[in-house]
């Protein structure tokens, strides 16, 4: 037949809009993924260049030679990215200058620093940025040859992919649909482009047929996605340090994402001979406006000169000392627990904030840290944290600030402490509350609910849904002890680590604590005593709880605090106010909930399968239907390659060779087709093949011939069935230019 008018001359490549712009879109789809590792600061002026590098390469694939758009690809690039260099880079306008070259490879060598020691998610320098543009332009250029030069969109598409995996693999995670969603939607609709612009007026003739299949396709591969990989393997990461390996805290509360990392990775090492390991604090958050707690801020004091002294306090103290091997924690911060009183192998890059006695640094990283602490914790016994008042000069104005909030909050808090007499009792109220059955643990549930943070409609919603992880425990009940006079802030830092199992020389035991152990937790001030840690997270640690004073010449009571440093996972334990298996409780909720996800996601996979077996049923009757929607001047070559397809989905050997009369008069013969019916298609296929002018067959004379040639074909209800669920014509296709 007559090549199809629009088709590219010999030596020139195709200038279709479309496929130009789903291969940019495609190309930037791909790129998404990069913010997971690399915030993406970086992606609008990636978006321009990667348009500027498709609209070059559109306009001149319009009318130049095969050589010509990769050369105009290549001057949009640079021209684009000359521009957005970093101001202290040379340049001459819009071009590079002869300094350009050098200041650039220097730059790019700083950039590689910044990845080896960044953790992730790296806030990026303008030069990290730029060499993201730069990296993604020179993509997009491939990726055009790929898919308009050479047309082979498919392989492109493969290239994208392998792309968009690489920050799974630098930081495992599970599939995102936020990031994976866009890119299988713009491989396909780059494919269909691609369709189109081979066959402009067939693609037109079964745009309703494509579009099915891509959305079926794309559903398919959607749910398998989501559904599937919680069954694989998970991903574990590799020793060493950069992104990929290292862990942070950006001492935000946002430990979600953190938390849910498919695989743990050691971030340091806990050698003590206090008999457990410490929480290890990083950083406290006391300022809270409504919508997120900040770190705290002040005055400093180097570490050179020795720590200052503890405030004042009536209670005894509980002493400890451990050394401390940081592995794979990057960050401006060091654990410490609380509260440090001595630092040996701590250089005077860090300082100490008096306020909180955390340690950081603007010039420093965490990374391979070793030092010793020594720490003091207050001990007070039961009657004096009773006689303890609170609002005195040790805690800070922003420890009681409070913003509008909603009603739910302030009800609950006097409801829950109603019948406590002294702030000590109110905060033992509040935790065994949180502790005692009614609240579960759950990284998804927040996420699912969409309120995975810590702002006052967070915290509302948290106490409504009652499920949630630390973040929201210890966020609720800062605010909610603050309703009721109590100054109190938030810490975010580690559980204890799990023992190795390794005792020292000295007896001394090491512990080893992971990602997966990243925690958040309430302090609240009691006057004469300090700051003393609570934890009203279900089903993990064990909750704050001071003993009696014991009787002349017993022992000096301990505090059950002590308990908790070496609970470093959900404990049974529980507390004076909870039910005796109120952990137990919550450790099997948590199971129940792991049971449910795990029969939803079976549930998923199961209907991925389903959908997988539907797409051969749902591919042959789109292709069916928009051959029967054929426009005028296309309705019988279309007809005709749809009684081909139903021949062969029948089991009938089309031979590529063979002639529309020829294999009618066969079908008759064999089949016992309805020779009027059949003669009648066969004539229209020949005049739309040889005929200067003719008539094409009318859409309800098509359908009918159809339908009954159909059905002789396929006699039984069993035939059509087979051949509608597994319709051979789908990889059984004779070319049927060469049959007409």
Same mark, same amino acid.
Request: overall charge negative; some cysteine.
């Given at each position: 037949?007559?090549?199809?008018?629009?088709?590219?001359?010999?030596?020139?490549?195709?200038?279709?809009?479309?496929?130009?712009?789903?291969?940019?879109?495609?190309?930037?789809?791909?790129?998404?993924?990069?913010?997971?590792?690399?915030?993406?600061?970086?992606?609008?002026?990636?978006?321009?260049?990667?348009?500027?590098?498709?609209?070059?390469?559109?306009?001149?694939?319009?009318?130049?030679?095969?050589?010509?758009?990769?050369?105009?690809?290549?001057?949009?690039?640079?021209?684009?990215?000359?521009?957005?260099?970093?101001?202290?880079?040379?340049?001459?306008?819009?071009?590079?200058?002869?300094?350009?070259?050098?200041?650039?490879?220097?730059?790019?060598?700083?950039?590689?620093?910044?990845?080896?020691?960044?953790?992730?998610?790296?806030?990026?320098?303008?030069?990290?940025?730029?060499?993201?543009?730069?990296?993604?332009?020179?993509?997009?250029?491939?990726?055009?040859?790929?898919?308009?030069?050479?047309?082979?969109?498919?392989?492109?598409?493969?290239?994208?992919?392998?792309?968009?995996?690489?920050?799974?693999?630098?930081?495992?995670?599970?599939?995102?649909?936020?990031?994976?969603?866009?890119?299988?939607?713009?491989?396909?609709?780059?494919?269909?482009?691609?369709?189109?612009?081979?066959?402009?007026?067939?693609?037109?003739?079964?745009?309703?047929?494509?579009?099915?299949?891509?959305?079926?396709?794309?559903?398919?591969?959607?749910?398998?996605?989501?559904?599937?990989?919680?069954?694989?393997?998970?991903?574990?990461?590799?020793?060493?340090?950069?992104?990929?390996?290292?862990?942070?805290?950006?001492?935000?509360?946002?430990?979600?994402?953190?938390?849910?990392?498919?695989?743990?990775? =050691?971030?340091?090492?806990?050698?003590?001979?206090?008999?457990?390991?410490?929480?290890?604090?990083?950083?406290?958050?006391?300022?809270?406006?409504?919508?997120?707690?900040?770190?705290?801020?002040?005055?400093?004091?180097?570490?050179?000169?020795?720590?200052?002294?503890?405030?004042?306090?009536?209670?005894?103290?509980?002493?400890?000392?451990?050394?401390?091997?940081?592995?794979?924690?990057?960050?401006?911060?060091?654990?410490?627990?609380?509260?440090?009183?001595?630092?040996?192998?701590?250089?005077?890059?860090?300082?100490?904030?008096?306020?909180?006695?955390?340690?950081?640094?603007?010039?420093?990283?965490?990374?391979?840290?070793?030092?010793?602490?020594?720490?003091?914790?207050?001990?007070?016994?039961?009657?004096?944290?009773?006689?303890?008042?609170?609002?005195?000069?040790?805690?800070?104005?922003?420890?009681?600030?409070?913003?509008?909030?909603?009603?739910?909050?302030?009800?609950?808090?006097?409801?829950?402490?109603?019948?406590?007499?002294?702030?000590?009792?109110?905060?033992?109220?509040?935790?065994?509350?949180?502790?005692?059955?009614?609240?579960?643990?759950?990284?998804?549930?927040?996420?699912?609910?969409?309120?995975?943070?810590?702002?006052?409609?967070?915290?509302?919603?948290?106490?409504? =849904?009652?499920?949630?992880?630390?973040?929201?425990?210890?966020?609720?009940?800062?605010?909610?002890?603050?309703?009721?006079?109590?100054?109190?802030?938030?810490?975010?830092?580690?559980?204890?680590?799990?023992?190795?199992?390794?005792?020292?020389?000295?007896?001394?035991?090491?512990?080893?604590?992971?990602?997966?152990?990243?925690?958040?937790?309430?302090?609240?001030?009691?006057?004469?005593?300090?700051?003393?840690?609570?934890?009203?997270?279900?089903?993990?640690?064990?909750?704050?709880?001071?003993?009696?004073?014991?009787?002349?010449?017993?022992?000096?009571?301990?505090?059950?605090?002590?308990?908790?440093?070496?609970?470093?996972?959900?404990?049974?334990?529980?507390?004076?106010?909870?039910?005796?298996?109120?952990?137990?409780?919550?450790?099997?909720?948590?199971?129940?909930?792991?049971?449910?996800?795990?029969?939803?996601?079976?549930?998923?996979?199961?209907?991925?399968?389903?959908?997988?077996?539907?797409?051969?049923?749902?591919?042959?009757?789109?292709?069916?239907?928009?051959?029967?929607?054929?426009?005028?001047?296309?309705?019988?070559?279309?007809?005709?390659?749809?009684?081909?397809?139903?021949?062969?989905?029948?089991?009938?050997?089309?031979?590529?060779?063979?002639?529309?009369?020829?294999?009618?008069?066969?079908?008759?013969?064999?089949?016992?087709?309805?020779?009027?019916?059949?003669?009648?298609?066969?004539?229209?296929?020949?005049?739309?093949?040889?005929?200067?002018?003719?008539?094409?067959?009318?859409?309800?004379?098509?359908?009918?011939?159809?339908?009954?040639?159909?059905?002789?074909?396929?006699?039984?209800?069993?035939?059509?069935?087979?051949?509608?669920?597994?319709?051979?014509?789908?990889?059984?296709?004779?070319?049927?230019?060469?049959?007409?």
């Amino acid at each position: 037949m007559p090549a199809a008018e629009g088709a590219a001359a010999p030596g020139r490549v195709s200038g279709d809009p479309g496929l130009a712009l789903w291969t940019a879109v495609a190309v930037l789809a791909a790129a998404l993924p990069i913010s997971r590792v690399i915030l993406p600061s970086w992606l609008p002026q990636t978006v321009l260049v990667v348009a500027a590098v498709a609209a070059a390469g559109w306009a001149v694939r319009r009318s130049a030679r095969l050589s010509w758009p990769i050369v105009a690809e290549a001057a949009a690039w640079l021209v684009a990215v000359t521009v957005m260099l970093p101001a202290a880079i040379p340049r001459l306008v819009v071009v590079p200058s002869l300094d350009t070259v050098p200041a650039v490879r220097a730059m790019l060598g700083a950039v590689g620093d910044e990845l080896l020691r960044g953790v992730a998610p790296v806030r990026p320098t303008p030069a990290l940025s730029w060499s993201i543009t730069a990296a993604i332009g020179l993509l997009a250029i491939a990726m055009a040859h790929v898919a308009l030069t050479a047309r082979l969109p498919l392989l492109a598409a493969t290239g994208l992919i392998a792309v968009a995996l690489i920050p799974s693999l630098v930081v495992p995670q599970r599939v995102d649909a936020v990031y994976f969603v866009p890119l299988a939607v713009a491989v396909l609709l780059l494919l269909r482009a691609d369709t189109r612009a081979r066959d402009p007026q067939d693609g037109l003739a079964h745009a309703a047929s494509a579009s099915a299949v891509a959305a079926v396709v794309g559903v398919v591969a959607v749910v398998a996605a989501l559904a599937i990989p919680p069954f694989l393997p998970q991903p574990v990461a590799k020793a060493g340090t950069g992104i990929g390996p290292t862990t942070t805290i950006d001492a935000d509360l946002d430990l979600g994402a953190s938390l849910r990392q498919p695989a743990e990775t =050691e971030v340091l090492r806990v050698t003590t001979d206090a008999g457990s390991a410490p929480y290890l604090r990083v950083a406290t958050l006391s300022s809270f406006d409504g919508e997120v707690w900040t770190p705290d801020t002040g005055a400093l004091t180097s570490v050179a000169a020795g720590l200052p002294p503890l405030e004042r306090s009536s209670a005894e103290r509980v002493a400890g000392t451990a050394r401390i091997d940081v592995t794979r924690l990057a960050g401006s911060y060091l654990p410490l627990p609380y509260a440090a009183v001595e630092l040996q192998g701590v250089d005077e890059a860090w300082s100490l904030l008096t306020a909180n006695r955390t340690l950081v640094t603007n010039s420093a990283t965490s990374l391979d840290a070793q030092y010793t602490v020594s720490w003091e914790r207050p001990a007070p016994t039961r009657e004096q944290a009773q006689q303890a008042t609170v609002g005195g000069e040790g805690a800070p104005a922003q420890a009681l600030e409070l913003p509008a909030l909603p009603a739910v909050i302030p009800e609950l808090a006097a409801e829950v402490t109603e019948s406590a007499e002294t702030p000590y009792d109110q905060l033992r109220a509040l935790q065994g509350w949180f502790r005692g059955g009614a609240f579960r643990y759950s990284l998804e549930a927040p996420v699912e609910e969409g309120f995975d943070g810590s702002g006052v409609e967070a915290i509302a919603r948290f106490l409504d =849904e009652r499920a949630g992880y630390c973040v929201h425990f210890a966020s609720a009940f800062a605010v909610m002890a603050r309703t009721l006079g109590i100054p109190t802030r938030v810490v975010v830092g580690y559980l204890p680590g799990t023992s190795t199992g390794q005792p020292g020389a000295d007896g001394a035991m090491t512990y080893s604590v992971t990602s997966g152990q990243l925690h958040s937790w309430p302090e609240a001030h009691l006057d004469g005593i300090g700051w003393v840690a609570f934890d009203p997270t279900a089903s993990l640690g064990v909750p704050t709880n001071f003993l009696p004073e014991a009787p002349t010449g017993a022992q000096t009571p301990t505090d059950e605090l002590d308990g908790r440093w070496a609970t470093p996972r959900p404990s049974p334990t529980a507390t004076a106010t909870a039910a005796p298996d109120a952990d137990a409780a919550d450790a099997g909720s948590a199971g129940s909930a792991r049971t449910s996800g795990g029969a939803s996601t079976a549930l998923g996979v199961a209907a991925a399968l389903v959908l997988a077996l539907l797409v051969p049923f749902l591919v042959r009757v789109g292709r069916r239907r928009g051959r029967l929607g054929a426009p005028d001047g296309r309705r019988a070559e279309a007809v005709w390659r749809e009684l081909v397809d139903t021949a062969i989905d029948a089991g009938y050997d089309v031979s590529a060779s063979e002639s529309p009369r020829a294999l009618g008069a066969r079908l008759v013969a064999e089949a016992g087709a309805p020779e009027p019916q059949v003669a009648l298609l066969v004539g229209a296929v020949e005049r739309a093949a040889y005929a200067r002018e003719h008539d094409d067959l009318p859409a309800s004379a098509a359908a009918d011939a159809l339908r009954a040639t159909r059905r002789a074909i396929l006699p039984r209800p069993a035939d059509r069935l087979r051949a509608a669920a597994a319709p051979r014509s789908l990889v059984v296709r004779p070319s049927v230019d060469e049959l007409v």
